[in-house]
């Protein structure tokens, strides 16, 4: 691999907030509740069809990550205040989930290339 993808320097929990701070300057400021209902495990979304089988509607608004483990030096591991814990946010999906203005932007434009 060629292709240097940013790493979070720093995560921190931020009253209804997760901050991260990333190798290139970049921060994301993202919602507990937001980053919860991205979830990629097996039991928030379908392994084979990608299909969403969590229902947004059904996380608690104050849902936040009680503990944030990190998972080898590739991702992050939160245990949400919900109980679910089997969630793993890789560093590039985090970065791909960044709710700013840039990345939405740039993501968008990923995606339409993409089709
Ligand atoms: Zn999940
Ligand atoms: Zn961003």
Redesign the pocket.
């Known amino acids: 691999m060629s292709t240097q993808y940013p790493q979070p320097v720093e995560i921190r929990r931020e009253g209804a907030n997760i901050l991260v701070t990333?190798s290139d300057g970049?921060?994301?400021d993202f919602s507990n509740h937001y980053l919860r209902t991205k979830c990629q495990c097996a039991s928030c979304v379908d392994e084979w069809t990608r299909k969403p089988l969590l229902d947004p509607a059904t996380i608690p608004a104050d849902i936040h990550a009680d503990q944030i483990q990190p998972v080898g030096n590739y991702a992050i591991q939160p245990s949400w205040s919900d109980g679910h814990t089997t969630g793993i946010y890789s560093f590039t999906l985090l970065?791909k989930l960044?709710?700013?203005?840039?990345?939405?932007a740039?993501g968008a434009a990923e995606e339409a290339a993409a089709s």
């Open positions: 990333w970049h921060r994301s970065r960044c709710p700013c203005d840039a990345c939405q740039d």
